[in-house]
């Protein structure tokens, strides 16, 4: 029996559970218990890549595979899936651990973005891969697909890569300098290089990924600056 927060989650998937401990596996993290959404979520990550390739490759006929690659990793990368899982309200039916709920984890990015993608998986369980699609339709309705759009969202790593790249230049080469905090709140400190124009710069996140971004984004403003 689905808790009334449960059966909230499901209208707002607008799909009904045959097997409800599945919708229920999905918001668990595994800091709750060993029945945890690990697995859904490795399998939902497909499901999600295969439903994203498949809506970009029919609504943009003519563009080139490089092209439905990028706009893809746009699509699926954590922020976006963060944001879904706040129109969601999966904060609200996670299942944590104490320790975990304690240290915020409700409304930490990667465990939402999981959660978004057990669910997926769920899905696709329960009623095979053509609900899951329509899921993941749902899901990104309202996103402007066209590619001037999506490349205005390309993120900082791969703006400056292509800036580089543009210009026969190597690529940033990217370092951790630092690691401080406990294991599951830490805080990253990268260091971001571009050798042939003596530029560095530092970035902090809560993810290697995100301090990364973060070092990246300021070279990238530096040289729009400085047009180097």
Wanted: charged residues 25%; glycine residues 8%; aromatic residues 4%.
């Amino acid at each position: 029996m689905l808790s009334p927060e449960l059966q909230s989650l499901q209208t707002r998937l607008q799909h009904a559970f045959k097997d409800s401990a599945l919708l229920q596996r999905a918001v668990t993290h595994r800091s709750f218990s060993s029945d945890h959404n690990e697995r859904l979520e490795f399998l939902g990550d497909s499901v999600l890549s295969l439903a994203v390739s498949d809506m970009l490759f029919r609504r943009l006929r003519d563009l080139p595979e490089g092209d439905l690659s990028r706009m893809r990793a746009n699509l699926v990368k954590q922020d976006s899936l963060h944001r879904i899982a706040m129109r969601l309200k999966l904060s609200d039916v996670l299942r944590l651990g104490e320790g975990e709920s304690k240290s915020g984890g409700k409304l930490r990015p990667s465990i939402l973005a999981d959660a978004v993608e057990a669910l997926i998986g769920a899905v696709y369980l329960d009623g095979g891969f053509e609900p899951a699609q329509a899921l993941v339709q749902r899901f990104f309705e309202g996103v402007d697909l066209s590619p001037e759009k999506q490349a205005a969202a390309k993120d900082a790593k791969t703006a400056l890569q292509e800036l580089l790249q543009g210009r026969k230049m190597r690529l940033p080469q990217y370092n951790v300098v630092s690691t401080a905090g406990a294991a599951h709140k830490q805080t990253f400190d990268v260091v971001c290089e571009i050798p042939e124009l003596g530029l560095t710069e530092h970035g902090s996140g809560g993810s290697r990924r995100a301090a990364e971004q973060a070092a990246a984004a300021k070279l990238l403003v530096h040289l729009k600056a400085h047009n180097a």
